[in-house]
């Protein structure tokens, strides 16, 4: 499921180096949160053979930037030159032909047409260039708001929500700044306050008003959903595969051979984003989803969140077996589990809620 992991972390690329030294890594936002080879690749998948220039226009990235990251993606053999022009090289689209495939041949017409219980389509928040997927569902009761983990683009990802979707139920997810059709820069600031623009239009919506609203943020889009939970009235919060901080995550990715070998250094951007902070004075409900086998947020740090929800109306915790990062929206406990969680949220009695874990 791409909804989507394209988590990076430049420590992976240096640990090989930590018996000749100590590695000093720097984690800033503008490389964080957008990985530049995944939107250039992303870019020559969608548009095709391009110019330096028409590249740069499309992602925003500098032309340094941009130089850098086609070079890099040449050395790998990913990309190909010819007369000016770059494009996608053919030893690439062997090996991730079906992603290629899935951008290139999107079509919402015909995702419609494999769906006749709701009424699909993308849209533009007025006023504002943040672009968003709709999927709704005739006299609605519940709308399912999703933000999506890193390097999500609605091509193609969007069709890949379809396991969420339930009768009476609407479904909206948004494409982040700097993200295919959403042209801006993408920054911790820019990401909140799109995310929080991207709500307001939702939730004010004549389809959504009268329906209960809950959350769904995976990965990144964890910390984004338990911001916006913070700041509006929603009904219930999903975190699915996310963590508690950004010191916490590095930890957990750094092993413990290679600690005493790396010094890591977290953008104070970064630092100061905390879904521990507002999950523990949130009193919503809560669903806390983990795959056992996730080795980029280890169930570990989802236990740690949801400790934290002293307050929460009624939380739950769902430990999925043989589930990576990124693998449990296709799990068929994981549809259960969100549709036995949304049900109690309808019925909205304390007392249909025990505590578990």
Known sequence: MRISYKIHLTIFVVLSQFLIGCVSISIDEKSFLR??????????????????????????YTQDELSHTLNMLKKKEWVVQTNHLWRLSAEYEKQQGEYVDAIRSFNLTALQQQNDTHNIAMFTVPDSGIYGASFISENANETLVIFPGNGFNLVPDMSEIRPLLAPKRNI????????????????VSTLRESARRFMSYVSQRSDVYTTRIILYGFSLGGFVATEVASADQVDALILDSTAPDMQKWVDANVPVYAKAFVDINIAPQLREVSNIEHVSSLSITILFVAGKQDRITPPELMQTLFDAAMVAEFKKMTLLDNVRHGESIDHSDFKHAVNHFLLKVAQHSKSNFPQTN
Do not use: C, N, W
Not at 172 to 187: A, D, H, I, N, R
């Open 35 to 60: 990985d530049r080879q995944h939107a250039v690749i992303y870019d020559l998948a969608r548009y095709g053979e391009s110019s330096e220039h028409q590249i740069g226009q499309r992602t925003l």
């Open 172 to 187: 909206f997810v948004m494409e982040y700044p700097g993200m295919g059709e959403s042209k801006s820069k993408l920054t």
